[in-house]
Each structure stands twice: as structure tokens, then as C-alpha cells.
């Protein structure tokens, strides 16, 4: 089974249990929803999301977009960090850290396996860990190559 074709299963099987769990039903807005949000790239919106159901032929409102995206959340089928446009999704299982570049608003995902480690090495008392997410802020290479440049420049004329 290939990594992807595993997520899926992963996803909709988190869902299943989760609706089953909490006396939800399937519905199959909430399926097209799922199936829209895997074939988006890390870091969407929930107005991409939204755009990838209408391009998929799938008439929903916006607000039943809002609302699979916070049952998928509360199921652990999504996770929600914060970059430069607001809250961004993506599908888990995910363990990955976002960079933001505080200068361009740029982000960039990054999986690093250590972080992971440090999280199941850390035991919670009665609390079990299932991701992790991590947002580190900074100045990306392009916009710190450019202030380098800029300040250069000033000097320059001094």
C-alpha cells in the first residue's frame, strides 16, 4: 500500500470511528469534503478547500465546508497551525513544524523526525500525545540575503 493510498484509509477510517463514536452521521458532503482536503497540499484554507469542492462539481456552503473542517479536527483527521494567512490546515498524521518568515509572510512546512522522538520519549501524566505541531518564527533566507543587501547599500552611500 502506498503512503498516500495509506493516509487516506487512515482518514477515513479516523472519521468513521469518530462520527460512529459520537452519534454523527456520514454524511456525503462531509465525505467529498474529506476527499477534497486530501488532494490539497499542506497549508490550506478553508476557503481552498472550499474552492477545491465546487472544482470537484460538489455544491456546498461555506459553512458546511467550516463545519467538516472542525469535525475533522476534533476527529484528528486535521491538524490546524497558524502561518501568515490565518489558520491553515493539513492532513495527519502530520509532526511537522511551520516556518514564518516575519518579514515576506512566506511559510514552509518541515518534518523532523526529532521532534518526534522528544514527543513519545515524553511521557504526560494521564495525557496521551498523538501529533505535535510547531510554529517558529524568524526572517526566511531571501528576505535576511535582502536586508544584508539593502543595509549594505546604505552604507555604501554614507
Do not use: W
Request: aromatic share 8%; net charge positive.
Amino acid at each position: 500500500m502506498t503512503g498516500e493510498k495509506h493516509k487516506q484509509d487512515f482518514a477515513l477510517q479516523k472519521l468513521t470511528e469518530y462520527l460512529a463514536r459520537t452519534g454523527r452521521r456520514n454524511t456525503p458532503e462531509r465525505l467529498e469534503i474529506l476527499e477534497a482536503a486530501r488532494s490539497l497540499v499542506t497549508g490550506f484554507s478553508v476557503e481552498e478547500l472550499a474552492n477545491a469542492v465546487a472544482a470537484r462539481g460538489v455544491r456546498v456552503s461555506l459553512a458546511t465546508v467550516y463545519n467538516a473542517v472542525e469535525l475533522f479536527v476534533a476527529a484528528g483527521i486535521l491538524a490546524r497551525y497558524f502561518g501568515s494567512r490565518g489558520a491553515l490546515f493539513e492532513i495527519l498524521p502530520a509532526n511537522r513544524h511551520h516556518l514564518v518568515c516575519l518579514s515576506c509572510g512566506k511559510t514552509k512546512a518541515v518534518k523532523d523526525q526529532s521532534f518526534s522522538e522528544v514527543l513519545r520519549a515524553r511521557h504526560y501524566s494521564a495525557f496521551t500525545a498523538s501529533y505535535f505541531e510547531m510554529t517558529v518564527y524568524g526572517v526566511c533566507s531571501a528576505c535576511a540575503r535582502k536586508a544584508k543587501k539593502t543595509n549594505i547599500n546604505t552604507r555604501i552611500k554614507k
